[in-house]
Structure formats: structure tokens, C-alpha cells
């Protein structure tokens, strides 16, 4: 009786504590590491074969390429996240979760490259070069609006199991808001050191800040379930 009073709505009725959530943002920083280094991998790699699309067929083409930098990225969250929430959601489905996952991080890195795609002389001299206090201003926007987005295009996964939604979505705008910045400082410090070392400092601190937003969030969302 009482497993099946603590299970109301598909919710386990047991707290992570101090060390679950700390494991949470380490996992969550682990995982958007490896996640990113493996998307930006395909990014250049792609950016390699056609530097400088001319052209409306070639530029969405490449857009296209490079919007395929966000299933990596998606497939290791969401199956991190989705385990992790699966704790105390025994009934999420996993395969869904990730799914909405890679479509929402696809989504993300396509808007992302759509800039240095069609922007005019985005490549040239008189291209636009911001400041570092306006690249932290507009990655700290970009990354609001994205998050709201990456939340709410996760939480249709969650129909059915009787838990607050608009958490999850709050969690994820306020922690990409604080992380992209981190990601597109390191990107744009790349006289300082390797691509690949920066990419990995800019995705540990980026992931960190997103687990510590989205451990509050799962917290909140479940606790009342």
C-alpha cells in the first residue's frame, strides 16, 4: 500500500538528496561535454566542405549539414537526463525523451548557423565582429529563447504522468541563458588556446549551469506530483 500511495501519478515518492542532485549536474556537464565536442566535430567538418556557400541552394544545403551537429548532442542528453528522471518518473519513456531531445537540439544548432550562413560578408572584413559584452548579450538572449524552446519541445514527453510541465521549461531558459554564453566566449577565444580544449571548457561550464537550472526544475516539478 504505501509503494502504491508513493507512486501517485507515475511519481516515486523518494527525495535525490544532497549527492542526486550534485550527480545530476555532474552528468548534466558530462554529458553536454561530450555532446558538443561531438557536434562541433561534425560542424567543422562540415563547414570544411563548403566554407563559403554561394548560393540559396548551397547555403540551405549547408544549413541542413550543420543542423545535424544537434542529434549527437541530443541523443547523450536526453538518454542522461532521461535516466536520471526515470529515478523518480519510473514511467517516462525514454525513447521519447530523446527523441524530442535531438529534434529540439537540431533545431538549436540549425538557428545557431543560420547567421554565419546568410549573413552578408558574415566571413568578410566588413561582417559583423560584436564585443565580448555584446556576444554575452546576445548569447544570454538567444540561449533564453532556446531553452524555453529545448523545454517545452521536452516536456511533450512527459503527457501522462501528472507532473508540472512549465518548471522544466522555466529551468531550461534560465540555464541556456547562463550557458550558451560560456559556449560562445570559448568559441571565440580560439587564438588562446586549441579549438578542442576551449570547446571542452566552454561545454563543462555551459553543461553545469544547465544542470544546476534543470536539478531545481526536476525538483519543484516532482515534489508535489
Same mark, same amino acid.
Given at each position: ?10 511519481? /516515486? ?6 549527492? =542526486? ?10 554529458? /553536454? ?19 563559403? +556557400?554561394? =548560393? ?5 544545403? *549547408?544549413?541542413? *549539414?550543420?543542423?545535424?551537429?544537434? @542529434? ?5 542528453? $536526453? ?10 518518473? +519510473? ?7 530523446? *527523441? ?6 537540431? @533545431? ?11 549573413? +552578408? ?8 565582429? +560584436? ?15 532556446? =531553452? ?20 522544466? @521549461?522555466? =529551468? ?10 560560456? @559556449?560562445?566566449?570559448?568559441?571565440? $577565444? ?12 566552454? $561545454? ?22
Amino acid at each position: 500500500m504505501a509503494g502504491t500511495m508513493g507512486a501517485v501519478h507515475g511519481v /516515486e515518492a523518494r527525495g535525490a538528496g544532497r549527492g =542526486g542532485w550534485i550527480a545530476w549536474i555532474l552528468l548534466t556537464a558530462l554529458a /553536454e561535454l561530450i555532446g558538443i565536442l561531438l557536434g562541433a566535430s561534425w560542424w567543422v567538418w562540415a563547414d570544411g566542405l563548403l566554407p563559403e +556557400p554561394d =548560393g540559396l541552394f548551397w547555403q540551405i544545403s *549547408m544549413l541542413l *549539414m550543420k543542423a545535424l551537429s544537434g @542529434i549527437p548532442e541530443g541523443m547523450v542528453l $536526453g538518454l542522461v537526463q532521461a535516466n536520471m528522471m526515470s529515478r523518480r518518473l +519510473p514511467d517516462i519513456s525514454i525513447v521519447r525523451w530523446t *527523441m524530442a531531445t535531438c529534434v529540439v537540439a537540431t @533545431i538549436g544548432w540549425a538557428a545557431g548557423s543560420s547567421f554565419s550562413i546568410f549573413s +552578408p560578408n558574415a566571413g568578410g572584413a566588413d561582417g559583423f565582429d +560584436p564585443t565580448i559584452s555584446q556576444t554575452v548579450v546576445m548569447a544570454a538572449g538567444f540561449g533564453l529563447l532556446v =531553452g524555453a524552446l529545448f523545454g517545452g519541445v521536452q516536456t511533450l514527453a512527459l503527457g501522462g504522468l501528472g507532473v508540472k510541465r512549465w518548471p522544466w @521549461i522555466v =529551468g531550461n531558459a534560465v540555464g541556456w541563458a547562463l550557458g550558451l554564453p560560456a @559556449i560562445y566566449l570559448a568559441a571565440s $577565444g580560439f587564438a588562446l588556446g586549441p579549438v578542442w580544449a576551449l570547446g571542452a571548457i566552454g $561545454g563543462l561550464a555551459a553543461g553545469a549551469l544547465v544542470g544546476a537550472a534543470t536539478a531545481m526544475a526536476f525538483a519543484f516539478m516532482t515534489r508535489r506530483a
